[in-house]
């Protein structure tokens, strides 16, 4: 298959059910056909057999990543338009289309400082990427792909994904004197937060949040012995500083303990592209051994993920560009 067709090349990917957990389906095939393209290409076992995918010429300066793993449920690609829907059209397997198209330029051009490393377990916690950071070896820049419109990011927020545990006595609800509430708590602390002023940041704005689990209970007719809640933080300062916000607001009514610990990321960004700063979070935090980070890749965070997921033929078009302007103009700095 011609790695310069970008879109017949995304329609491929998407139409292979990577579902995370089911990247196999896709890995061997990944590796055969950029092998075929003369890479040499190696694979590093994650769990199971899913793989993460490097492909080298000499040893590289400037990595182009991305990941090939999916959020369900799967559904396979179709052209309407300009557009091209399926699952993992912007997120990511048409990132990953425009990084081979961008290499394969460059690489025609006479520069072998370029790598390709596609990764598995993006969607559901990054495990990939933590395997994969052991794989670094002297590379100087880390271009991660993930749906920015074609922009650049100048930063991305942090997370910091919480559970709030509450703990109460159980007591029949005609006698609610002899119980305690764990879910009043848990109402209580959740009242404190919404009240509560979160800090901000004046490139990346406000740290916000989102309630997005509860739980608690026995019986309509019992005083809850037990309840919790999971929130995530999208946060613009260290993290450390919103879990101390939030232990005082919680006082000695609930429990908070960590579920994922992210930290804000400051992206390098090159002349001629606009920049913009992002409220989600990417592998780029567990790829520290790569070298300095840069987020750039077709395809809108707002359908990412949605039974609307679509890409833009035209941006992917414009991303293989940007890619292979994004490398040259890096390698250029390490020549100078």
């Not at 994650?46 to 182009?64: M, Q, Y």
């Not at 490393?117 to 794989?135: C, I, P, Q, T």
């Not at 979070?281 to 809108?300: C, E, H, K, N, V």
Request: with cysteine; charged share 20%.
């Amino acid at each position: 298959m011609d790695p310069l067709d970008v879109v017949r090349v995304t329609a491929r990917l998407v139409d292979v059910d990577t579902t995370t957990g089911r990247e196999s389906a896709l890995a061997g095939w990944l590796t055969d056909w950029l092998g075929g393209l003369g890479w040499s290409v190696s694979e590093q076992v994650v769990s199971g057999d899913r793989r993460n995918i490097l492909a080298t010429l000499d040893p590289p300066r400037v990595v182009l990543s991305t990941h090939y793993d999916c959020v369900p449920p799967f559904f396979p690609s179709r052209i309407d338009g300009d557009r091209l829907y399926g699952r993992g059209s912007c997120d990511a397997k048409g990132i990953l289309a425009a990084q081979v198209a961008a290499a394969e330029r460059l690489r025609a051009a006479g520069e072998r400082r370029i790598g390709l490393l596609f990764l598995v377990g993006e969607e559901r916690g990054s495990d990939g990427a933590m395997a994969a950071n052991a794989l670094a070896n002297g590379c100087a820049f880390l271009v991660n792909g993930e749906p920015t419109d074609n922009r650049l990011a100048a930063a991305t927020r942090g997370m910091l994904r919480v559970r709030l545990d509450a703990r109460g006595r159980a007591a029949h609800s005609s006698h609610p004197e002899l119980g305690e509430s764990a879910i009043e708590k848990l109402v209580d602390v959740l009242m404190r937060l919404r009240a509560a002023e979160w800090p901000q940041d004046a490139t990346l704005g406000t740290t916000h949040y989102t309630v997005g689990l509860i739980s608690g209970g026995i019986a309509p007719n019992v005083v809850p012995p037990s309840a919790e809640a999971e929130i995530v933080f999208r946060t613009v300062v260290s993290n450390d500083v919103v879990r101390e916000e939030l232990r005082a607001l919680a006082g000695g009514d609930v429990t908070v303990h960590d579920v994922l610990d992210l930290p804000l990321v400051r992206t390098v960004t090159v002349p001629g592209f606009e920049t913009a700063v992002f409220p989600y979070s990417t592998d780029i935090p567990f790829l520290a051994r790569w070298g300095q980070p840069l987020l750039y890749g077709p395809g809108s965070i707002l359908v990412a993920h949605t039974a609307n997921e679509h890409v833009r033929i035209p941006e992917l078009d414009r991303a293989v560009d940007g890619y292979q302007h994004i490398a040259a103009s890096l390698l250029g700095r390490l020549a100078g």
